[in-house]
């Protein structure tokens, strides 16, 4: 399916332009089917035919094996990791099988909060919106006229937007308060339950920590930025029987959603790494508590490597 010539171009460009430079991708969901409200998440054959080109053009790394190359400027030509946040259940029913089919290493970063079978405020929110059996939504004092599924997305965008950086419970009551006004039930869980991150850990999968509620941590008070993390860690590292060694932060911009306060903090909680989700690539002169991500999102895989190779020469 792949043009031979154009990739191995590409390839070539990487390996030359690129040297010694690490692409670490970041993705959330693998959906099993198209989703009208989530046009941006890959499905099972986008994640395939993503995953197939990894295997064939670049040299996928695990995080720890990516570390080691970095530490010692060692890295090989078009070195890649991949990496998931959040914890979504369908890494594991989707998304795994795939990354075996291609012998592709990865790691899920999960907030552990949303194991019990509660799903995140902005899937809770989305959820309202894609309810095709409902035209209207009442949010406060908001008549919503929800209309087709593009409308239905840029209002829930917007919604998102309005919600995101309002302090965590805040945003909770308002989720519950706009079920409750809409007489609105849950959809089923999304998230992974500890005994599913436990098989994906046994499947090879890197399990990392993602906080527990998913706060934007760059607002919280030092000690409660202390517990949203290192609960996270101590948390998996009982339901897997296993350390936990990487970190990333919650919507992961630097400046904006965590700090140089953060940093220590997951330093000194001690994680050996942290990805954020600011572009680019990383090298050995990339603090490991600070290593960048990037996912192209287009959907042929001319564009996709070529942006891959863009990402690691700008
Ligand atoms: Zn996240």
Redesign the pocket.
Known sequence: MFNALLHHSLQLAGKYCGRHKLNILIY?QVLAEADPMRPSEPTAEVFDWQMQLLRHYFTPLSLDEALQHLKHNTLPANAVCVTF??GYLNNLTVAQPILAKYAIPATV?V?TGFSNGLN?WNDRLIHLFADATRQQLTLDDNLVTLGDWQNRRSQAQQWLKKLKYLPLNERLAKIDQFYQQNKATEQAPLMMAPAQIKQLAQYGVTIGA?TVN?PILKVLPEEQQQQEISRSKQQLEAWLGQSVQHF?Y???VQGVDFDDTTTEIVKRSGFASAVVTNWGVSDANTAPHLLKRFTPWDKTPARFHLRLIKNMVS
């Open positions: 959330h946040d959040d970063y907030a995140m993602h998913h990333a919650p919507n992961g």
